[in-house]
């Protein structure tokens, strides 16, 4: 029956959906799923071969069908084999449930750093933590949601709404991660832009209505939302995690197009498939449709057996009647063995003993697992690095007349419920999912759901701060009750006045529910007016899961703000390093803040009281008609005027820019060769379609490597003009031509395609490359179903923020063949 019922959606899932054609996006079908070489992987896959053809079919749909065990998500072990079975673990920011392991910087706090090399640090610290505790999988990074929409409640795990700064962050830190010696899961395929109605629920009069259906057009998600993903199989991304929602009609993890098309097909991507938990509401029309994993394993959404399976024995049952190739069960181990043996996981350490304990979701095991030691410590002086970054990622947006950095004042002011210690315990801090403005005492270093991770320790702001006051003798006078500092009254008792205060606040969010408003969390207004109506030199520092509109920003007491986002454990030391100036703010906006909550309202939720109460199973529609114009690129295109724009970020030095120049470099595709940039106007033929990929089943990791060759490089040339040593981060925006858009959408003004991170001291330049890859300069042609570089003059704006253009040229690109 359950085969039958599979069979049935297998045929009609996808045709049910091109039936709707008068839908916003679509979800054609493509059959079959293709099959790995493993390609980059090959020693690794020749093992993973002989593997599989040693084991049983039984054994087979064992290898792809999660099961109870120690970790968040269980694959049993086949010690006949030697194998120890694989142990999955959440998340993008920590071993999630481990004790005696680090919590870092969130995603979003990484992006604000705008710092390859710490990306990158943090990946291989995190891979090594996952690695010491016999994690195989680490479930992260994340780049869905991207962050379309403001209100995201999960857009902090991931990096930002900009898909190259995400790309870019996404390919270093996976990178870092699998070089640790963990798989990487690159997460939320595709769509999970919401947290609201991500899955099915029950209507009033209990009908099943379905997940929110994100309605993307074949641009916009080649340009956005597939863009980051492309980087991660690039990077050699071992697995990626499909997601709840519903994709063009179809659920993420049995939509063909998606998995089958665009990540095994066109993207080229070599390893597996996985659902996410519970996400998966089909077995043969997934399997087909290109899910190679099912995790948690047993479910069904709203039925009473918590042990039935979708994947398991129906998987046996299917082969064995032949509706069901065994060629693709083979495939979908091989997917998964490939990176296995590739990391060299079949000699990894044991599990810690500790798990059983931490997650004790489904006892007891079907399987046997290695168990090694309990609490081992794997944070192994991982705390510099998170200090580090944790700086870096603190972005300097407002500083009248020097406030910052401090100089040993007299007297300090600490207030606002996040600038202490916590008081609700180290872990799953204001309830693990849900909860919308989180814990009330105690700062926010880490937001809340699967993304959290369990502190083995905090420093507190305050801690930090009377720590270093004490090195001047300065007076540190503390008030963090914030119903308290709503009132004004509550200040006079805070004597002498401060010289400078600082106000902590902080914005919750967490898997499960999305965010209420913009603003920071419990009467952060009324607390900043407050305090600065009692202090003439008032430093606003937020720490928040996402973007914050500072009403307050203008008011002329409120003279320095610091937006120092999800630092981890050292959320403390991180700070104090900035407002001391033992190190020069270098962070970088990675999203917009505009000036009013309600100029975000191009890219709303998609929620209403008449979609809760309805009885309709499809009512959930969300159709993402801005297209390209998300975050700045929505602002740039209204020429709106913002708070702070995109890429923007403070220094206590300055910087200048001079002197950029083109080169035009010798890839494959490009007219003329290579050599120094010589014609008059700029003006280069080159193909405006890339070669063509190479054959079906022989596109490596990232698809095409043509849109990978770099085509330009341009310089300029960066100066400290300032009077201490400090990092810039020079950034390149690319202006395309409007081109042809099927859906009438308008290409954005500017597009950022380059950027670097680089220390000057004072007086001193460094000249900074960007590669323009093909890929950077094309636009994804619907009718060619290419990426196509538009003919007509092509903007190259050089500077320091979206808005910050320093150096401007262009090129000229003319079609060669
Ligand atoms: C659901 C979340 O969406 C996903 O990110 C996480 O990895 C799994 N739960 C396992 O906790």
């Given at each position: 029956m359950l085969v039958l019922t599979a069979l049935l959606a297998a045929l009609l899932g996808d045709l049910a959906v091109v039936a709707q054609d008068s839908d916003y996006g679509s979800s054609p079908p493509v059959y079959p799923s293709p099959q790995t070489q493993g390609i980059g992987w090959e020693a690794a896959f020749a093992r993973a071969e002989a593997f599989v053809a040693n084991l049983t079919l039984e054994e087979k749909a064992q290898?792809?069908?999660?099961?109870?065990?120690?970790?968040?998500?269980?694959?049993?072990?086949?010690?006949r084999l030697g194998f120890d079975g694989l142990c999955l673990q959440d998340g993008p920011l920590?071993?999630?449930?481990?004790?005696?392991?680090?919590?870092?910087?969130?995603?979003?706090?990484?992006?604000?750093?705008?710092?390859?090399?710490?990306?990158?640090?943090?990946?291989?610290?995190?891979?090594?933590?996952?690695?010491?505790?016999?994690?195989?999988?680490?479930?992260?990074?994340?780049?869905?949601?991207?962050?379309?929409?403001?209100?995201?409640?999960?857009?902090?795990e991931g990096f930002s709404p900009d898909p190259y700064l995400t790309g870019v962050a996404v390919g270093e830190t996976i990178t870092g991660m699998q070089q640790g010696g963990v798989q990487a899961c690159l997460k939320?395929?595709?769509?999970?832009?919401?947290?609201?109605?991500?899955?099915?629920?029950?209507?009033?009069?209990?009908?099943?209505?379905?997940?929110?259906?994100?309605?993307?057009?074949?641009?916009?998600?080649?340009?956005?939302y597939l863009w980051p993903f492309a980087n991660g199989v690039k990077a050699g991304v071992s697995s990626i995690m499909c997601s709840y929602n519903r994709l063009n009609g179809s659920y993420a993890c049995q939509n063909s197009k998606s998995q089958n098309g665009l990540l095994k097909e066109e993207l080229g991507f070599q390893g597996y498939i996985m659902s996410d938990w519970g996400g998966t509401r089909s077995g043969l029309?997934?399997?087909?449709?290109?899910?190679?994993?099912?995790?948690?394993?047993?479910?069904?959404?709203?039925s009473g057996d918590s042990t039935a399976s979708l994947f398991g024995g129906n998987i046996t049952t299917a082969v064995n009647n032949g509706s069901l190739s065994e060629t693709r069960v083979d495939d979908m181990i091989l997917r998964i063995l490939t990176p296995y043996f590739f990391l060299q996981q079949d000699e990894y350490p044991p599990i810690d003993g500790e798990e059983p304990t931490l997650?004790?979701?489904?006892?007891?095991?079907?399987?046997?697992?290695?168990?090694?030691?309990?609490?081992?410590?794997?944070?192994?002086?991982?705390?510099?690095?998170?200090?580090?970054?944790?700086s870096a990622g603190t972005v300097l947006l407002k500083n009248v007349d020097n406030t910052l950095p401090l100089k040993a004042p007299t007297s300090i002011g600490v207030f606002g419920n996040d600038a202490g210690d916590v008081v609700d315990g180290l872990y799953s801090l204001g309830g693990a999912f849900g909860n919308s403005d989180g814990y009330e005492y105690g700062t926010l270093a880490v937001a809340g759901g699967s993304g959290t991770g369990r502190l083995s320790y905090l420093v507190s702001p305050l801690e930090a701060i009377k720590t270093r006051a004490a090195q001047d003798g300065t007076l540190v006078q503390y008030v963090l009750n914030n119903t308290l500092l709503s009132q004004p009254s509550t200040l006079a008792g805070v004597l002498p006045v401060p010289q400078v205060c600082l106000v902590f606040l902080k914005t919750w969010a967490s898997e499960g529910a999305d965010r209420a408003g913009l603003e920071a969390d419990w009467n952060s207004t009324a607390v900043v007016t407050s305090v600065a109506s009692y202090c003439n030199n008032t430093?606003?520092?937020?720490?928040?899961?996402?973007?914050?509109?500072?009403?307050?920003?203008?008011?002329?007491?409120?003279?320095?703000?610091?937006?120092?986002?999800?630092?981890?454990?050292?959320?403390?030391?991180?700070?104090?390093?900035?407002?001391?100036?033992?190190?020069?703010?270098?962070?970088?906006?990675?999203?917009?803040?505009?000036?009013?909550?309600?100029?975000?309202?191009?890219?709303?939720?998609?929620n209403?009281?008449?979609?809760?109460?309805?009885?309709?199973?499809?009512?959930?529609?969300?159709?993402?008609t801005e297209g390209l114009l998300i975050d700045y690129r929505h602002f740039d295109y209204e020429n709106q005027s913002v708070a702070?724009?995109?890429?923007?970020?403070?220094?206590?030095?300055?910087?200048?820019?001079?002197?950029?120049?083109?080169?035009?470099?010798?890839?494959?595709?490009?007219?003329?060769?290579?050599?120094?940039?010589?014609?008059?106007?700029?003006?280069?033929?080159?193909?405006?379609?890339p070669p063509p990929p190479p054959s079906p089943g022989k596109v490596p990791p990232g698809g095409n490597p043509a849109l990978w060759e770099t085509l330009y490089t341009v310089t300029v040339t960066v100066t400290n003009t300032g009077g201490v040593a400090g990092a810039a981060v020079p950034q390149l925006y690319v202006s395309l031509p409007q081109v042809p858009d099927a859906e009438g959408h308008p290409t954005p003004v500017n597009v950022l395609r380059g950027f670097e991170k680089v220390l000057l001291q004072p007086g001193e330049s460094q000249t900074v490359e960007f590669d323009l890859a093909r890929r950077d300069l094309s636009y994804w042609d619907t009718n060619t179903q290419q990426w196509t570089i538009p003919e007509g003059s092509i903007g190259l704006n050089a500077g320091f923020s979206s808005r910050d253009f320093r150096q401007r040229t262009q090129v000229n690109v003319v079609s060669g063949w």
């Open positions: 290898l792809v069908t999660g099961t109870s065990g120690p970790c968040v998500g269980n694959i049993g072990a086949i010690p920590a071993i999630r449930q481990a004790t005696y392991a680090s919590v870092f910087p969130a995603g979003l706090t990484a992006a604000a750093s705008w710092d390859k090399s710490l990306m990158y640090l943090r990946g291989l610290y995190m891979g090594a933590e996952f690695k010491g505790k016999g994690s195989h999988i680490a479930l992260g990074p994340v780049v869905g949601p991207l962050g379309r929409t403001a209100y995201g409640g999960r857009n902090w939320h395929y595709i769509g999970n832009e919401q947290e609201t109605q991500r899955n099915p629920s029950l209507s009033p009069d209990n009908v099943t209505i379905e997940s929110f259906s994100a309605n993307i057009d074949d641009r916009t998600m080649h340009e956005l029309a997934s399997i087909n449709a290109g899910l190679d994993m099912t995790m948690p394993g047993m479910h069904f959404f709203f997650n004790s979701r489904f006892p007891p095991y079907k399987y046997q697992f290695n168990l090694g030691a309990s609490n081992v410590d794997v944070r192994d002086g991982h705390g510099q690095l998170i200090r580090d970054l944790g430093v606003v520092v937020t720490h928040s899961a996402g973007i914050n509109v500072l009403p307050w920003a203008d008011h002329p007491n409120v003279t320095a703000i610091l937006a120092a986002h999800l630092p981890g454990q050292e959320s403390g030391n991180s700070i104090v390093d900035i407002l001391y100036g033992v190190v020069n703010p270098s962070g970088k906006l990675p999203y917009t803040i505009a000036h009013n909550e309600s100029d975000y309202d191009f890219a709303p939720l998609l209403s009281t008449a979609l809760l109460e309805t009885e309709d199973p499809n009512a959930w529609q969300w159709n993402f702070f724009e995109f890429g923007f970020g403070l220094s206590y030095t300055t910087f200048s820019m001079s002197g950029i120049a083109v080169q035009q470099q010798g890839a494959s595709g490009a007219g003329g060769g290579g050599g120094p940039y010589s014609s008059n106007n700029n003006t280069t033929v080159i193909g405006a379609t």
